[in-house]
Nanobody
């Protein structure tokens, strides 16, 4: 069935960068929009970004716009999140999910995620 495996998280200092990856399988990846969601400790899920199936249309949350870049490589069935100028408030568990924001936030079911910690 549908499998999504996030990777690339870690500990980084404020102002640093990380590149997250999401390896997808079990469905025609290139036919679906994909979404990044994050959840900080003690807080609810927060939508980060959504990218269209072909990768040509991208929507990002105001709080990450200009710092994070969402992309995808359909030939590799992989979704990416390039995170630059990281801030402590970006600390969260990051998840990828199949679909657009409304669907993803309604279902609220995703994989194990990858931890991003921004701290000095």
């Amino acid at each position: 069935q549908v499998q999504l495996v996030e990777s690339g998280g870690g500990l980084v200092q404020p102002g640093g960068s990380l590149r997250l990856s999401c390896a997808a399988s079990g469905f025609p990846f290139s036919s679906y929009s994909m979404t990044w969601v994050r959840r900080a400790p003690g807080k609810g899920p927060e939508w980060v970004s959504t990218i269209s199936a072909g990768g040509d249309t991208i929507y990002s949350a105001d709080v990450v716009r200009g710092r994070f870049t969402t992309s995808r490589d359909n030939a590799k069935n992989t979704l990416y999140l390039q995170m630059n100028t990281l801030k402590p408030e970006d600390t969260a568990l990051y998840y990828c999910a199949r679909g657009i924001r409304v669907q993803v936030m309604r279902e609220q079911r995703w994989g194990q995620g990858t931890q991003v910690t921004v701290s000095s």
